[in-house]
């Protein structure tokens, strides 16, 4: 199956990084909607316009539908819509380690790992640069890069955002952080973060579907949901797989993550200390299970 990015015509694809660029100017590429002119400063991702990128390389570590035999060609943006107080990047999301780079650069980059056999481009925390992805993207394309895009994201996106990515990225992987706007605020700092959320990811799979995966275990197109489990419930996990399974589809491919360790300020939070039981993990397996979610964990 060929990418969506092929058969966008060159006019459309020019429209979508205009409507895309346009946001930069007044900023709601994600649920802060911080609404400022990134030409000028940055917002509360620590974005400014230009990309920042932390690091690129053919990753073995992603799931195995992403890996294959050639790995997952990741880049690592710098900064973050959110504020995870237990983050395991906390370096590259919350203190901008990077380097700056140019739309050319990294489309240079995106053909470089194509060339050394990665399955797919991986945007790792892509939000905030989306417009300057985007470009990036059509000028790869231009180079001769046919392989899919992973969105790889937080999952506090706004929905207008992952609407102008309709017919450009194939498979989208958001986490869904919490099941409710609380504890979005206590442990990430925004607002909303279970409405913003919802809807990004039920735009998503609108677009793209339940995962699909070729006849050589790759994933081609389709929504990849990861939801890491936290102690003491922070996670609200179950309201988490009840949305999945009763709004999206049980066959969504849902990764539950129990690789819980604390990191970061975690150690101002006395319930984030620890990381998970087994019987913690167990009871959610059980629950995707009653729910009919059958796939990814
Ligand atoms: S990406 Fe989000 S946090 Fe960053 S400036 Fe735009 S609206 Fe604000």
Redesign the pocket.
Known sequence: MEPSYLSLSETDFKSRVEKLWDKLTS????G???N?N?FEKK???N?GFRMEVSSSFPHYGEERVLVGSGGSGTIFLSNC?CKCVYCQNWTISQTGEGKEASEEEVAITMLFLQKIGCHNINWVSP??YTPQLVKSLMIAKEGGLKIPIVYNTGGYDSEDTIKLLDGIVDIYMPDIKYGSNENGLKYSKVNDYWDVSRKAVKEMHTQVGDLKINNYGIAEKGLLIRHLVLPNDIAESEKVLEFIANRLSTDSYVNIMDQYRPCFNASEYEELLRPITRREYIKLIDKAEVLGLHRGF
């Open positions: 900023c709601d590429l994600c802060n909607q911080c400022i990134r917002g509360s991702c974005a819509t939000t905030h």
